[in-house]
């Protein structure tokens, strides 16, 4: 079945430092792949997405290419702030893969330090 | 943009009591809602998929007695966890679309903590 597979936090940066979270999937269709940050306490929130390879998505200073060579999604940020503490999760949807729900990654949980 | 609203945003009950728990899309017509289940330090799970005006698909390992949903309108869906007990106790997530291909809307979750 479909899966993902996101890095093992957690991670602790200090201000202004260069994010990578790193990201692949298995998916028997063609999936649309995403970024959800949840903050403490709170639902999630779509960071941003990609639909198709090569495709980039961004948002905030947040980058993701998706790379179907490599099967990777990798979440990069080049100056990470205090309020970029949350938890990501990476996710895809396959819905060529017979379903329309959303799988998810284990989450990981980013601390930015001042 | 879309908006999605889950209440309560907290509860404690009692073992044995239920608890009900709504999951409403303000601003659109959700044909599709998801229900998922969050341990502490863990991803979410699915529990289960519903489709306005039909019963629910529940992931396998997920109790469909004790996890009651309902998705009565194309605004509201809602789950109801029967003889609640304290493993019960989670962080619940629902999540909405209006259409397949269209994006997905949270809320912003339950704390549910059963003593």
């Known amino acids: 079945g479909d899966s993902v597979t996101q890095m093992e936090g957690p991670v602790t940066l200090s201000e202004e430092a260069f994010l990578t979270i790193n990201c692949t999937y298995t998916?028997?269709?063609?999936?649309?792949l995403f970024w959800y940050v949840q903050y403490p306490g709170e639902g999630l929130q779509l960071l941003l997405k990609?639909?198709?390879?090569?495709d980039k998505g961004s948002n905030k200073g947040f980058e993701a290419t998706y790379r179907k060579e490599t099967t990777s999604f990798h979440l990069e940020k080049g100056s990470v702030q205090v309020s970029d503490s949350a938890v990501y999760f990476c996710?895809?949807?396959?819905?060529?893969?017979?379903?329309?729900?959303?799988?998810f990654g284990k989450g990981t949980k980013l601390t930015v330090n001042p | 943009g879309a908006v999605v609203s889950q209440h309560p945003s907290w509860v404690i009950c009692k073992s044995g009591t239920s608890v009900k728990i709504e999951c409403r899309s303000l601003?659109?017509?959700?044909?599709?809602m998801f229900w998922y289940r969050q341990f502490p330090k863990q991803s979410l799970m699915l529990m289960a998929t519903?489709?306005?005006?039909?019963?629910?698909?529940?992931e396998q390992g997920v109790e469909k007695d004790k996890f009651l949903i309902n998705h009565a309108s194309l605004t509201l869906s809602t789950l109801t966890v029967t003889s609640a007990h304290p493993e019960d106790s989670s962080f619940y997530i629902c999540?909405?679309?209006?259409?397949?291909?269209?994006?997905?809307?949270f809320g912003s979750g339950t704390r549910l903590t059963v003593v």
């Open positions: 999540s909405a679309r209006a259409f397949p291909n269209y994006g997905y809307t």
């Open positions: 998916a028997t269709g063609y999936p649309s």
């Open positions: 990609a639909t198709k390879a090569d």
């Open positions: 996710a895809l949807s396959d819905s060529q893969g017979g379903s329309e729900k959303l799988v």
């Open positions: 601003d659109f017509q959700a044909t599709t």
């Open positions: 519903s489709n306005e005006g039909s019963k629910a698909t529940y």
